[in-house]
C-alpha cells in the first residue's frame, strides 16, 4: 500500500476516534469547542484579521515591491530569499503564525519567489507575536516580566539561525530572477520604479481589491477558527478518555533518560497539540523545578507552535507547491534551538541578573482587539530595523566592490 493510501486510512481512523470520543463526552467537548471559539475571536481574530487585509492592500498596491526592492541587499547574501521576504518577516515577526504561511503564499503567486524560497522563508519567520510571548507568556502566565527578554531573545535569536542553517536549503535550486534595478543596490528611485510598475500591473480598483482581500482574509480566518476548535476538542476528549495519561507516562520516561525534570511532561504534550495550553501548563509546573527549565520548556512550545497551527500552516500552503517536510524539520530544530538557547542565557539575562528588569513592563502590550495599535507599531519597527541594516549592508558592498572594480582597469 502507497504512502499516500496509508495516510487517508490513518486520518479515516483518527477522525472515527474522534468521532466517538465525542459521543462518549459531549459534555467535555461542547465546552472545549466554546472555549475553542473563544480564543479564536478574542485573540486570533483582532491578531490576523487586520494584517491580512492589510497585506494583501500593499501588495496590490505595489508597497511590497517596494520593500522588497530595499530589502534585497539584505535578504538574498543571508538568507538566499528576495527582499520581499522580508516584509514577510516583519510582518511575521510582529504579528505571528500563520501570518508567514499567508503572506509567502500570495508573494507565491505572484510568482516573487520559487518554491525553494518560499520554503526557506516559511521555515524561520513562523514565530510567536512579541504581544502573546511577553503579555500572556511572561507576564500572564509566569507572572515575571523579567522573563520576558530572556525568551524573546531565544525565540527570535533561534528563529535567525535556522533562517542561516535554512539557506542551504536546496543548495542547487535557481533562485528567482531579481529585477535589473535590484543590481543597484539600496535606491530609492529603484523601489519606486519598481512599485509603480506593480500597481499598473494589477488594474484592479481600490474597491474591487479592499473586497477581494477581505474575503480572502475571512476565509482564512474560517479556516483557522474551525482547526483551533478542531484541536481544542480533540485535547479536551483525550484527556477526558484518559489516553492522555498514557502519553505523559510516556513522556515522562523519556524526560528522565535525558536527565530533565519529568514534570516538564504535561506542558510538552499539551504544546505538542496546541501552544497556548502548552505555554500556560508550563508556568503552572510545580516549584520543584527550576525556573530556567520552565521557560526552557516554554521556549521549546512557542518555537514548535504545536500541532493546531502546523494544521492551519499546511492549509494554507495546499496549492502553492511548498512542501511540508521543510516546515517541519525546521519546527524542530527552532524548537531545540530555543531552548537550548534559554539555558545558555539564563546565566546572563535571567531574572535574578535583573537585566531585562522592565523589558515586559510596557502598558502598551495587550492581547486581543486593544493590541492592535502596539502590534502596528511593532511591524513598523522591525520594518525600519530591516531597512537600515540593509541600508548599511549595501554601503559596505558598494565599498567593497569599489576597489576591486578600480583593481582591474
Same mark, same amino acid.
Do not use: C
Given at each position: 500500500?502507497?504512502?499516500?493510501?496509508?495516510?487517508?486510512?490513518?486520518?479515516?481512523?483518527? =477522525?472515527?476516534?474522534?468521532?466517538?470520543?465525542?459521543?462518549?463526552?459531549?459534555?467535555?467537548?461542547?465546552?472545549?469547542?466554546?472555549?475553542?471559539?473563544?480564543?479564536?475571536?478574542?485573540?486570533?481574530? &483582532?491578531?490576523?484579521?487586520?494584517?491580512?487585509?492589510?497585506?494583501?492592500?500593499?501588495?496590490?498596491?505595489?508597497?511590497?515591491?517596494?520593500?522588497?526592492?530595499?530589502?534585497?541587499?539584505?535578504?538574498?547574501?543571508?538568507?538566499?530569499?528576495?527582499? +520581499?521576504?522580508?516584509?514577510?518577516? #516583519? $510582518?511575521?515577526?510582529?504579528?505571528?503564525? &500563520?501570518?508567514?504561511?499567508?503572506?509567502?503564499?500570495?508573494?507565491?503567486?505572484?510568482?516573487?519567489?520559487?518554491?525553494?524560497?518560499?520554503?526557506?522563508?516559511?521555515?524561520?519567520?513562523?514565530?510567536?507575536?512579541?504581544?502573546?510571548?511577553?503579555?500572556?507568556?511572561?507576564?500572564?502566565?509566569?507572572?515575571?516580566?523579567? /522573563? @520576558?527578554?530572556?525568551?524573546?531573545?531565544?525565540?527570535?535569536?533561534? %528563529? =535567525?539561525?535556522?533562517? =542561516? /542553517?535554512?539557506?542551504?536549503?536546496?543548495?542547487?535550486?535557481?533562485? %528567482?530572477?531579481?529585477?535589473?534595478?535590484?543590481?543597484?543596490?539600496?535606491?530609492? *528611485?529603484? @523601489?519606486?520604479?519598481?512599485?509603480?510598475?506593480? *500597481?499598473?500591473?494589477?488594474?484592479?480598483?481600490?474597491?474591487?481589491?479592499?473586497?477581494?482581500? !477581505?474575503? +480572502?482574509?475571512?476565509? /482564512? $480566518?474560517?479556516? !483557522?477558527?474551525?482547526?483551533?476548535?478542531?484541536?481544542?476538542?480533540?485535547?479536551?476528549?483525550?484527556?477526558?478518555?484518559?489516553?492522555?495519561?498514557?502519553?505523559?507516562?510516556?513522556?515522562?520516561?523519556?524526560? %528522565?533518560?535525558?536527565?530533565?525534570?519529568?514534570?516538564?511532561?504535561?506542558?510538552?504534550?499539551?504544546?505538542?497539540?496546541?501552544?497556548?495550553?502548552?505555554?500556560? +501548563? +508550563?508556568?503552572?509546573?510545580?516549584?520543584?523545578?527550576?525556573?530556567?527549565?520552565?521557560?526552557? #520548556?516554554?521556549?521549546?512550545?512557542?518555537?514548535? #507552535?504545536?500541532?493546531?497551527?502546523?494544521?492551519?500552516?499546511?492549509?494554507?500552503?495546499?496549492?502553492?507547491?511548498?512542501?511540508?517536510?521543510?516546515?517541519?524539520?525546521?519546527?524542530?530544530?527552532?524548537?531545540?534551538?530555543?531552548?537550548? $538557547?534559554?539555558?545558555?542565557?539564563?546565566?546572563?539575562?535571567?531574572?535574578?541578573?535583573?537585566?531585562?528588569?522592565?523589558?515586559?513592563?510596557?502598558?502598551?502590550?495587550?492581547?486581543?482587539?486593544?493590541? =492592535? &495599535?502596539?502590534?502596528?507599531?511593532?511591524?513598523?519597527?522591525? /520594518?525600519?530595523?530591516?531597512?537600515?541594516?540593509?541600508?548599511?549592508?549595501?554601503?559596505?558592498?558598494?565599498?567593497?566592490?569599489? &576597489?576591486? @572594480?578600480?583593481?582591474?582597469?
Amino acid at each position: 500500500m502507497s504512502l499516500k493510501k496509508w495516510s487517508v486510512l490513518l486520518l479515516l481512523i483518527g =477522525l472515527t476516534l474522534l468521532f466517538g470520543l465525542m459521543l462518549t463526552f459531549p459534555d467535555y467537548s461542547w465546552k472545549a469547542a466554546v472555549r475553542g471559539l473563544a480564543i479564536w475571536w478574542d485573540v486570533l481574530f &483582532p491578531s490576523l484579521f487586520p494584517f491580512f487585509v492589510i497585506s494583501e492592500m500593499m501588495l496590490g498596491f505595489g508597497i511590497v515591491h517596494f520593500i522588497g526592492m530595499l530589502l534585497d541587499p539584505l535578504m538574498k547574501p543571508l538568507f538566499r530569499i528576495p527582499g +520581499s521576504g522580508g516584509f514577510v518577516a #516583519a $510582518m511575521s515577526f510582529a504579528s505571528g503564525y &500563520p501570518v508567514s504561511a499567508k503572506l509567502t503564499s500570495k508573494l507565491r503567486e505572484q510568482q516573487l519567489l520559487t518554491r525553494e524560497e518560499g520554503e526557506r522563508l516559511v521555515a524561520f519567520t513562523t514565530t510567536s507575536d512579541p504581544i502573546f510571548l511577553i503579555g500572556a507568556v511572561s507576564v500572564g502566565f509566569f507572572h515575571n516580566p523579567q /522573563l @520576558a527578554g530572556t525568551l524573546a531573545a531565544a525565540h527570535y535569536g533561534s %528563529s =535567525l539561525l535556522v533562517g =542561516l /542553517l535554512m539557506r542551504f536549503h536546496a543548495p542547487r535550486a535557481i533562485p %528567482s530572477p531579481a529585477p535589473a534595478a535590484a543590481r543597484s543596490g539600496f535606491s530609492l *528611485r529603484s @523601489a519606486l520604479k519598481a512599485m509603480h510598475e506593480a *500597481r499598473l500591473a494589477d488594474d484592479r480598483t481600490f474597491g474591487e481589491q479592499l473586497r477581494q482581500s !477581505v474575503i +480572502s482574509a475571512l476565509q /482564512l $480566518m474560517t479556516v !483557522v477558527g474551525g482547526l483551533v476548535v478542531v484541536f481544542s476538542v480533540l485535547l479536551e476528549v483525550l484527556s477526558a478518555s484518559g489516553l492522555m495519561t498514557q502519553l505523559y507516562e510516556l513522556i515522562r520516561q523519556v524526560l %528522565s533518560i535525558l536527565h530533565l525534570p519529568p514534570a516538564l511532561a504535561e506542558p510538552f504534550v499539551g504544546g505538542g497539540f496546541e501552544v497556548t495550553l502548552g505555554a500556560k +501548563s +508550563s508556568a503552572e509546573v510545580p516549584a520543584s523545578v527550576p525556573l530556567a527549565f520552565k521557560a526552557s #520548556a516554554a521556549a521549546f512550545i512557542l518555537s514548535w #507552535a504545536g500541532l493546531s497551527v502546523h494544521a492551519q500552516i499546511a492549509s494554507i500552503l495546499s496549492g502553492t507547491g511548498l512542501r511540508y517536510l521543510p516546515f517541519l524539520l525546521a519546527r524542530m530544530i527552532h524548537a531545540v534551538l530555543a531552548a537550548l $538557547m534559554v539555558l545558555f542565557l539564563w546565566p546572563l539575562t535571567g531574572p535574578d541578573t535583573e537585566v531585562f528588569l522592565s523589558f515586559g513592563d510596557s502598558p502598551g502590550l495587550h492581547s486581543g482587539w486593544s493590541g =492592535l &495599535p502596539s502590534a502596528g507599531l511593532l511591524t513598523l519597527e522591525a /520594518l525600519s530595523l530591516l531597512l537600515i541594516l540593509s541600508f548599511f549592508i549595501s554601503i559596505i558592498q558598494h565599498l567593497w566592490n569599489k &576597489p576591486k @572594480a578600480l583593481k582591474w582597469k
